[in-house]
């Protein structure tokens, strides 16, 4: 694995942390390497972040978690969402075009 493209910067919606983002370009529709922004904005993937760095703390690691349970979390997303599919639906707002 080849990572690069560190990205550092403020993030406006948390002012004082900085946040590192590692990429991974070792994947086809990253090459060829000629402009990495251009690569980042135009053909990366939320799964080419292999790495995320918010103030000193890794929130992703080798494309993994670590501050939350994504397991718990896909199973209560998925237990609501059939319960709201399983409820009676109801308008909630009439739109006018």
């Known amino acids: 694995m080849r990572l690069g493209c560190v990205q550092c910067q403020q993030e406006s919606w948390s002012p004082g ?3 590192i ?17 251009a690569n980042v904005v135009h053909s990366a993937h939320a799964s080419d972040v292999d790495h995320v760095i918010v103030d000193g ?9 670590t501050t939350l349970d994504e397991e718990k ?5 998925e237990r609501r969402a ?11 707002r009439e739109y006018k075009g």
């Open 82 to 92: 059939f319960r709201l599919v399983g409820s009676e639906m109801q308008q909630v």
């Open 57 to 65: 703390r890794f929130l992703l690691r080798k494309g993994e978690l």
């Open 73 to 77: 979390l896909m199973r209560e997303t």
């Open 17 to 19: 942390l900085s946040t």
């Open 21 to 37: 983002r590692l990429f991974d370009f070792a994947k086809p529709h990253l090459r060829p390497r000629h402009d990495l922004a």
